[in-house]
């Protein structure tokens, strides 16, 4: 897969392309990435690519222009069949569209903000699509664009060595639970026995239901998805209720 990047600070993307999957991935040539740096295509002498708000206001804008010039020379090099912005105000980036982005393949130009963000108009003309990584904001889109770029990476086929992206948080609907290695006690603190009872079954139903615990305490609002789409057993259900009757998540999740 392709990706061409438009940033004001290509280096930030070592962190991506020189460590650990996306590393691996990158020189087993599953992704590439090219950066293109929006002062390479000013025309003064300064290599301005900001200016100030029209309607005043703090900080300045990116301008329009060398942004747009840069996803021109994107689709001149062969890339760029979508081109997405990061910004707050975009849609909120899911396991649903991370991996409709790896299935589709092919290329996709992210363009990252700074400043106070990008003139609309470049959104508005040059752009298919914003997304957002959360609900806070951040100085520049470029941990943003890492971000989308590691979550996409690591579902291209080769990328992981084992299958474990199956299991993973979203992917069932609920959150991954907690995982445990050596030593068997830690700081007295034990690992759970069904972990070492070497039953695989029972192994399954308790990873379930703390599947289920962790999902009911920290994104209840994912029990209801869950629910509501019928991807809940009877099993589930009762462990739920259980769950809440301990009071180890709030009654709201159990049925
Ligand atoms: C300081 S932010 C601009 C914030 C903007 N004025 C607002 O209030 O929505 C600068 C750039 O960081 C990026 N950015 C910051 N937070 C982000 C987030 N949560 N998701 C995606 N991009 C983000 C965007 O590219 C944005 O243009």
Redesign the pocket.
Known sequence: MRFDVVTLFPAMFAAITEHGITRRAYELELWTLTTWNPRNFTTDAHRTVDDRPYGGGP?MV?MAEPLAQAIEAVRQDGGGAQVI??????RP?TDAMVRRLAEQGGSLAL????????DQRFLDICVEEV???????????????MALIDAVVRQLPGALKEASAAEESFVTGLLDGPHYTRPEEWRSQAVPQVLLSGHHRDIEAWRRREALRVTARNRPEMIRAARAEGRLTARDERDLRELAHMGAVGTQSAA
């Open positions: 900080g990116m912005a990061l910004a707050p105000g975009g980036l363009v990252c903000g700074r400043y106070e963000g990008i997304v957002s990584v959360g609900d806070f904001v951040m100085s520049g889109g470029e941990l943003a664009a």
